[in-house]
């Protein structure tokens, strides 16, 4: 598609120059994106030091959540096609615009994701339906991977560690709410975007590395869990059809 070859791409790094390290050296990242903005999200590492000296442009701010880090990097950013990734996000090559831009020759799809896959070889859950409370709590205690959803197409919700998005969508909808500070903050992007009458679209055909920590599911009295209740109640509150019940699909 015109204008794939002028991606570019935001991440965001809290104390993750280790990690960072990993998205800066790989190659085949680096190659599909003509400009990669990091955001420094009141780092006291030397996450800006190697930012920089691998070429990618950076933006300190304040201490804040992931979603308002995201939207201050994509404010630096121009082109009708714009990409998210999490700094633990790795590309085994470096077909990732050749494979996703086909989606956007249809103008109703507004986000494209590819499939994650984990350090271990598993693909990650990464497209999901809209989450229901009680689903959950099937997802943490019962089935993982309830609401995951396998196959290629559009979908309710994908995670938000590697995603394109269309600009006129993302400003549509004024990026990511900056009231989530974090977790659901992707639910609740997908969900509004899908609101405003655009299409999320998953392709599992095209598979990127992520080497997921799952900390929200460590101890129930874990900052990242009590984020993820915080978070989940707010999406809740804003969306009470989805406050009942279950989700109509279960793992594939």
């Given at each position: ?92 090559d470096d077909r990732f615009a050749e494979a ?109 590395e992520h080497a997921h920590q799952g900390a ?11 984020q993820h209740v915080r978070s989940a109640a ?19």
């Open positions: 598609m015109e204008g794939a070859e002028l991606m570019q791409a935001v991440t965001v790094t809290t104390n993750d120059a280790p990690i960072m390290r990993g998205l800066l050296e790989c190659a085949p990242l680096r190659r599909c994106f003509e400009r990669l903005v990091v955001v420094d999200n009141a780092c006291t590492d030397d996450s800006a030091a190697l930012a920089r000296a691998r070429g990618a442009e950076v933006l300190r701010t304040a201490r804040q959540g992931y979603g308002a880090s995201v939207n201050a990097g994509m404010a630096l950013l121009d082109g009708e096609f714009l990409c998210v990734l999490n700094p633990d996000i790795r590309f085994f996703l831009m086909e989606h956007f020759d249809d103008p109703a799809v507004g986000m494209v994701a590819p499939a994650l896959r984990l350090r271990d070889g598993r693909l990650q859950d990464s497209a999901r339906v809209t989450p229901r409370p009680l689903d959950l709590v099937v997802r943490r205690w019962v089935e993982p991977e309830f609401g995951a959803v396998r196959e290629g197409g559009d979908v309710d919700w994908v995670v938000g560690a590697c995603f394109i998005v269309r600009r006129a969508a993302w400003e549509a909808i004024g990026g990511f709410d900056e009231r989530f500070f974090l977790y659901f903050d992707d639910v609740d992007l997908c969900e509004r975007l899908r609101g405003a009458g655009w299409r999320v679209r998953f392709d599992p055909s095209y598979v990127v929200s599911r460590r101890s129930l009295t874990s900052f990242a869990t009590r707010r999406f809740f509150a804003r969306n009470p059809r989805y406050a009942v019940g279950v989700s109509r699909l279960t793992a594939q």
